[in-house]
């Protein structure tokens, strides 16, 4: 059972100052949670390399669990495979994603994520680091069955909101073998912009989101909390989960 933190990687162009406090951040943090997951240049915006940042977290911190995501949208098969094969030994497991559309590059392959999971997996990278893949909130499962066929060891949910979503998922999946990790945005006035730019409804669990965070918790065995602009809440409400 793990309580997962997500960290977005500042812009590539970041000063030394800004990669300090992210640092600091993630330190303080660690503490309050059992994994970090690092994403990968969301919305299209480049920003520094998860993996790196997950090297830079392991001089200090050999015990935290680490994830991160890859984007396949922008990259070759063999790249894909150099980065996935550096990560052993760094990080616990990589979400293998499309990404987002970027503004600065275009689409250099048409893979996607389902296929580079298969294909990873018949090199036996799934023997040495846990490979997943994301799904809709509110999947249709006909339509994800080549992500399943795949055999990732789960699955990462896009920002969920309610406890029936995760249940439906969890019912489907878990007995198969998979694992679930459902995302939750945090809810506050921080996050209020993010969340009406991705259509999230938090008004289930606004008031209590402790005691929500707690029954996702309990059906799938992990979460993953983002707040990508209220880390002081996030470290106040992982505090409270931790206790």
């Given at each position: 059972m793990?309580?997962?933190y997500?960290?977005?990687?500042p812009r590539i162009?970041?000063?030394?100052n800004v990669?300090d406090t992210?640092?600091e951040?993630?330190?303080?943090?660690?503490?309050m949670?059992d994994?970090i997951?690092l994403t990968?240049?969301v919305?299209g915006i480049?920003?520094?390399?998860?993996?790196d940042?997950?090297k830079?977290?392991r001089?200090?911190?050999?015990?935290?669990k680490?994830?991160c995501?890859?984007?396949?949208?922008?990259?070759?098969?063999?790249?894909i495979?150099e980065?996935v094969?550096e990560?052993i030994g760094i990080?616990?497991g990589v979400?293998?994603l499309m990404g987002d559309?970027?503004n600065t590059n275009?689409?250099?392959?048409n893979?996607v994520s389902?296929?580079?999971v298969e294909l990873l997996?018949?090199?036996?990278?799934?023997?040495?680091?846990?490979?997943f893949?994301s799904?809709?909130?509110?999947?249709?499962?006909?339509k994800i069955?080549?992500k399943?066929?795949?055999?990732?060891?789960?699955?990462f949910?896009q920002i969920?909101?309610s406890?029936?979503m995760?249940?439906?998922?969890?019912?489907?999946?878990?007995?198969?073998g998979?694992r679930?990790?459902?995302c939750?945005l945090?809810?506050?006035?921080?996050?209020?912009?993010?969340?009406?730019f991705?259509?999230?409804d938090?008004?289930?669990?606004?008031?209590?989101?402790?005691?929500?965070?707690?029954e996702?918790h309990?059906?799938?065995?992990?979460?993953l909390?983002?707040?990508p602009?209220?880390?002081?809440?996030a470290?106040?409400c992982?505090?409270?989960?931790k206790?």
């Open positions: 793990t309580i997962m997500e960290i977005n990687p162009s970041a000063e030394q990669l992210l640092f951040r993630i330190e303080s943090i660690s503490s949670c994994g997951h990968d240049s919305l480049p920003r520094i390399s998860p993996l940042i997950a830079k977290i001089e200090y911190n050999q015990k935290i680490l994830t995501s890859l984007r396949v949208r922008d990259k070759e098969l063999n790249t495979e980065i094969k990560s990080v616990d979400l293998i559309k970027s275009n689409d250099k392959t893979l389902s296929k580079v997996n018949d090199k036996g990278f799934n023997d040495k680091l846990e490979l893949l799904i809709p909130a509110n999947p249709n499962f006909a069955q080549k399943i066929d795949a055999r990732p060891k789960g699955f949910t969920v909101n406890q029936a995760v249940q439906r998922i969890t019912d489907y999946l878990k007995p198969k998979f679930i990790i459902p939750l945090l809810p506050s006035e921080k996050n209020l912009k993010s969340a009406e991705l259509k999230i938090w008004s289930n669990y606004k008031d209590n989101f402790i005691e929500f965070a707690n996702i309990k059906l799938s065995d992990d979460i909390i983002s707040s602009n209220d880390f002081q809440m470290q106040a992982l505090s409270k989960m206790s």
